[in-house]
C-alpha cells in the first residue's frame, strides 16, 4: 500500500473572504508538470486553503532522480482560475489582463515561501503575456484565453526539513460606493446613512442612467474596503418635519454591488454601483 507524505503546500490568502482564503480555486498543470504528477505518482489534492502536492514514499529514489536532474528540485507549473468570473468586483486587480499575467514563482529565489513581491499582490507580480509565453509557462494558444494566475513551484528534493508552505496573498478591493435610488422623485430629504456614523454618503444629484431612467446618487466617502460577510449596515432614511423614519433598514452591499467608472475630483476612479428600487 502506497504510503502518502507532504510535499508542499500552497496556501492562497485573500482579505475579502471571512475565512481568510479564496476557497475554490482551480489548479489545472501544465503539459510539463502533468506528466511529472502522471510518471511520479505525486498527487494533487486542493483544499480550502490553498493546495497540497503528496509524494509516495516508494518512489523515493524515481523523484530523487528526476530532482538530480534539475539541480536538486521539482518544478511544477499550476493555471489557476476562479470559478466566480466576479471575482474582480472584490478583488484589489493590480493588472490589464489583455496584456500581462500574474505570475507567482520562486524559480529566482527558491527559499522564499511568500511568492508575492509585496505584502499584497501587486503590479510587480505581473508578466507580459509575451515573457509568460517566452518563459514556457503558457502555450501562444492558451495565452488566447489566459488563466487568471499562475503559480510556479520550485521544490527541493529530497527534503530533510518539514513540507515547505508558500504563501500568496491577495488584497480586498477598496472603492467608492455609489448608491443610485430609482424611482425617488429626486427627494432631497433622502439620506444614506452609516448606522455606525463612521462613513458619510455624499447627495451627488439627480442621475440619467444609460437607459434613460433618472436616478438620486449618493457616494461613499471615503472608499470603502469590501468583505464577504461585511460589518457595515447602510441604512435609507427620510428626513421630515417629525423627525427621521427609516425607508430602507439595510441597503445592500458588495454582493449585488457591479463595478463601474466615475470621475471623482478630477480623476477617474473604480466605483462600486448598487441599485435600490424605491
Known amino acids: 500500500m502506497a504510503s502518502y507524505q507532504p510535499l508542499c503546500r500552497l496556501n492562497v490568502r485573500h482579505r475579502y473572504f471571512s475565512s481568510g482564503y479564496w ?27 490553498g493546495l497540497g502536492l503528496f509524494f509516495d514514499a516508494d518512489k523515493h529514489a524515481l523523484l530523487s532522480l528526476l ?3 534539475q539541480q536538486g528540485y521539482l518544478h511544477f507549473c499550476f493555471h489557476v482560475s476562479a470559478p466566480n468570473r466576479d471575482f474582480e468586483t472584490y478583488t484589489q486587480v493590480p493588472w490589464q489582463r489583455e496584456q ?27 508578466l507580459p503575456l509575451n515573457d509568460a509565453i517566452a518563459q514556457g ?3 501562444p494558444l492558451e495565452a488566447r484565453r489566459p488563466p487568471d494566475f499562475v503559480v510556479a513551484l ?36 433622502l439620506q444614506v446613512l452609516d448606522s455606525d456614523e463612521h462613513i458619510q454618503f455624499v447627495d451627488c444629484g439627480p442621475q440619467t442612467l444609460s437607459n434613460g431612467s433618472p436616478a438620486q446618487l449618493f457616494r461613499s466617502q471615503p472608499p470603502i474596503e469590501l468583505y464577504e460577510r461585511s460589518p457595515l449596515r447602510f441604512q435609507l432614511r427620510e428626513l421630515n418635519d417629525n423627525g427621521p423614519k427609516t425607508l430602507i433598514k439595510r441597503l445592500p452591499v458588495a454582493s449585488q454591488a457591479r463595478l463601474g467608472l466615475a470621475q471623482i475630483d478630477g480623476a477617474q476612479e473604480v466605483v462600486l454601483e448598487c441599485f435600490v428600487n424605491y
Open 23 to 49: 476557497a475554490g480555486l482551480h489548479y489545472r498543470p501544465n503539459e510539463a508538470t502533468a506528466r511529472l504528477l502522471h510518471n511520479s505518482d505525486v498527487l494533487l489534492r486542493p483544499s480550502p486553503q
Open 67 to 69: 530532482a538530480q536532474e
Open 100 to 126: 500581462a499575467l500574474l505570475v507567482f514563482s520562486n524559480h529566482q529565489q527558491a527559499e522564499q515561501s511568500t511568492l508575492t513581491h509585496s505584502e499584497y499582490v501587486s503590479t510587480q507580480d505581473a
Open 137 to 139: 509557462l503558457l502555450s
Open 154 to 189: 520550485s521544490v527541493p528534493y529530497p527534503n530533510q526539513q518539514a513540507a515547505p508552505e508558500f504563501e500568496i496573498h491577495f488584497d480586498t478591493r477598496c472603492a467608492y460606493w455609489h448608491y443610485y435610488l430609482l424611482n425617488s422623485m429626486q427627494r432631497p430629504s
